[in-house]
T-cell receptor
Framework: GAVVSQHPSWVICKSGTSVKIECRSL??????MFWYRQFPKQSLMLMAT?????????EQGVEKDKFLINHASLTLSTLTVTSAHPEDSSFYIC????????????FGPGTRLTVT | SQKIEQNSEALNIQEGKTATLTCNYT??????LQWYRQDPGRGPVFLLL?????KEKRKERLKVTFDTTLKQSLFHITASQPADSATYLC??????????FGSGTRLLVRP
């Protein structure tokens, strides 16, 4: 149980284009999903918290107009990187949890984004 | 600001020995602490959670302790195997459900 998938697993895009990453909880309903970014040899940095049916809450320093998050259902959240630039190249990871029931977060396998 | 330190960037041990990883934190009062395993190019995998009012948790060959006075958690892998080689992350959380991650310790178990 507690499986989270991400799609795509990797993507290469040109500078100035937008990229959408999907995060799905496959065998449970996630009231809350989180989006993280991880640069090489660094730890995970939380970008935003997404609750189903409401607007995402962004961490300080994360541009909400650049990283659009939608959590339309209890099993799907999407992150859209708009007008991507090379400095946005990173490993993006989502996690899902059932808030109010347990504290465990279950992570997706990650999406490697490369902006050329 | 909150700070989490995992004692060493890398730990190299012989197969069969016990690996002990340390997580220290400052300027924070977590409600719980979690340990994750991360393999290269993959997302973290949940291992154990321990709450602030718990001293110790075990799961198979894994044991975690949590000392809120020392602001420290120890993570032990007994009878270590080469397959245990990975990066181990500690993460602190509170009622907001947000996690703050340490930088990780890379464990290498030599056959």
């Amino acid at each position: 149980g507690a499986v989270v998938s991400q799609h795509p697993s990797w993507v290469i895009c040109k500078s100035g284009t937008s990229v959408k990453i999907e995060c799905r909880s496959l065998d449970f309903q996630a009231t809350t999903m989180f989006w993280y970014r991880q640069f090489p040899k660094q730890s995970l940095m939380l970008m935003a918290t997404s609750n189903e049916g409401s607007k995402a809450t962004y961490e300080q320093g994360v541009e909400k107009d650049k990283f659009l998050i939608n959590h339309a259902s209890l099993t799907l959240s999407t992150l859209t990187v708009t007008s991507a630039h090379p400095e946005d190249s990173s490993f993006y990871i989502c996690s899902a949890m059932l808030a109010g029931v347990s504290y465990e977060q279950y992570f997706g396998p990650g999406t490697r984004l490369t902006v050329t | 600001s909150q700070k989490i330190e995992q004692n060493s960037e890398a730990l190299n041990i012989q197969e069969g020995k016990t690996a002990t990883l340390t997580c220290n934190y400052t300027n924070y009062s977590p409600a719980y602490l979690q340990w994750y395993r991360q393999d290269p190019g993959r997302g973290p995998v949940f291992l154990l959670l321990i709450r602030e009012n718990e001293k110790e948790k075990r799961k198979e060959r894994l044991k975690v302790t949590f000392d809120t006075t020392l602001k420290q958690s120890l993570f032990h892998i007994t009878a270590s195997q080469p397959a245990d080689s990975a990066t181990y992350l500690c993460a602190l959380g509170d009622s907001s459900y947000k996690l703050i991650f340490g930088s990780g310790t890379r464990l290498l178990v030599r056959p």
